[in-house]
């Protein structure tokens, strides 16, 4: 009841704005800033597999450019695979810029609700960040960013184009989900990512059922009505 009221006062009056480059991470050193643009989350048989998209700032030079890099690790806990991660950064991750939460494809129940349990936990996580289906977090997040310092600021910039484009708006961030699933409702609606040699692209509409994907419907399939049904199933 403490957390449903939390999420209700949340989205009464959060209004964030998120600010907005690539390879493969091992150890980063020297004076640098690590902001965390996106994480991705797998399942991969007992553990979760946690990828961390960083744009890493070097504050010693302010005429280099931001750039992207991906991490991943994985773990029997999510803290435990973001600690891993960390260990290999020289300062700490800031998550309060993330903006997108990726689900995969081989996700389950019990660990998607451990997700949810882990952001709502970590105030550092804005409750204003969209969670979207994908099939691989981090295939999708080592990609070349297109039109930002990100792809995980891309997948933003889509979604919000998306939403005002069409006129359907899948409630997709992270308070939003919540407030579903505390409230009681079964069935919620993600954004589904795919990764094409163009970058990221958005693909459909992933539909969850008790925190489990249980239907993907394509971009062309659509519409408001078709939503409305499903959500009453």
Do not use: W
């Amino acid at each position: 009841m403490i957390k449903k009221l939390f999420l209700i006062i949340t989205a009464l009056s959060l209004s964030v704005t998120l600010t907005a480059c690539r390879g493969a991470g091992d150890n980063i050193k020297n004076d640098r800033r690590f902001m965390v643009s996106a994480l991705g989350f797998e399942t991969d048989g007992f553990l979760i597999k946690v990828t961390s998209e960083l744009i890493i700032i070097n504050s010693e030079d302010p005429e280099t450019p931001p750039r992207a890099k991906t991490f991943s690790a994985k773990s029997s806990t999510v803290t435990g695979a973001l600690e891993d991660i960390s260990a290999r950064l020289s300062r700490p991750m800031l998550l309060e810029h993330c903006g997108i939460i990726a689900i995969g494809d081989r996700m389950n129940e019990k660990r998607f609700s451990e997700i949810c349990d882990y952001c709502f936990a970590e105030n550092r996580i804005t409750l204003s960040a969209y969670m979207i289906s994908v099939p691989d977090p981090e295939e999708l997040l080592s990609g070349e960013p297109e039109s930002s310092a990100a792809v995980g600021y891309d997948i933003m910039n889509i979604i919000e184009q998306q939403n005002a484009a069409n006129g359907i708006n899948t409630n997709s961030r992270f308070f939003e989900v919540e407030s579903a699933r505390e409230s009681g409702k079964s069935t919620f609606f993600l954004p589904r990512f795919e990764k094409t040699e163009s970058g990221a692209v958005f693909g459909g509409i992933a539909v969850f059922e008790h925190d489990k994907q249980k239907e993907l419907v394509s971009r062309e399939n659509i519409n408001a009505d078709s939503l409305k049904r499903i959500s009453k199933r």
